[in-house]
């Protein structure tokens, strides 16, 4: 069983991903921000670790990485102000993929979007462009790292209860529940196949462990 890092260890997706993992008898540990938030991640079966990623420097991160297995990112600075959104989805992903590698972490998943890419074609005016541009710039760090990478790509996503099955690379986004990224999150951990590959879906009819099997 895997020791995994989960970055964004309070946010919707990580909380629901880190009891499955648990269950799947990985120890899991949550990096969150917020003090606040120590006992929700530890009922979820994570250990929680309050650090501040925008703070840390690359060695600092890697310091906290030492001895696990895998790397989730979760995070996100949530949209809104465009500096946040640079410094959290672009800069502080692409240090813990740097940092990863100084501390022997081979494998890292990362939670993107459907439509992240670099010819996004998002107009530079509108307010999405900094996350699709920092999400494409992270995704493509990382795609070009020495990392036994995954990305991610959820669709819309819903607060619906898991389907328990998606639709991979489909030609259009549709849409997701979260519990359903959770689950496709514990089943690339789990499944060798996937290094290497981005795997966008929605909703769908194939069981989510066939789904992402190559």
């Known amino acids: 069983m895997a020791r995994i890092i989960i970055f964004g260890g309070h946010g919707k997706i990580a909380l629901l991903a880190e009891p499955l993992l648990a269950e799947r008898g990985h120890t899991v540990t949550a990096v969150i921000r917020n003090p606040d938030h120590v006992e929700e991640v530890r009922a979820a079966g994570a250990e929680p670790l309050v650090a501040d990623l925008e703070r840390l420097n690359t060695e600092e991160v890697a310091d906290l990485m030492r001895g696990h297995d895998a ?3 979760s995070a996100g ?16 992903a692409i240090r813990t993929m740097d940092a990863a590698e100084i501390a022997g972490v081979s494998r890292y998943v990362m939670v993107s979007y459907f439509g992240a890419s670099t010819d ?5 005016g509108d ?51 979260r519990a359903d990224v959770a689950e496709v999150i514990a089943a690339v951990l789990d499944d060798d196949s996937t290094k290497g590959r981005t ?16």
Do not use: Q
Request: no cysteine.
């Open 71 to 73: 790397a989730v990112w």
């Open 120 to 124: 996004h074609g998002v107009d530079p």
């Open 199 to 214: 795997i966008r879906f929605n909703t769908g009819e194939t069981p989510i462990a066939e789904a992402v099997r190559d």
């Open 77 to 92: 600075a949530g949209g809104g102000d465009p500096e946040r959104t640079w410094a959290v989805d672009r800069d502080a």
């Open 127 to 177: 307010s999405f462009f900094a996350y699709a541009e920092a999400k494409a710039e992270a995704d493509e760090h990382l795609r070009g790292s020495g990392l036994e990478w995954t990305v991610l790509g959820p669709s819309m996503l819903t607060l619906d209860p898991a389907a328990g099955a998606v639709e991979v690379d489909a030609d259009e986004a549709n849409s997701v529940a």
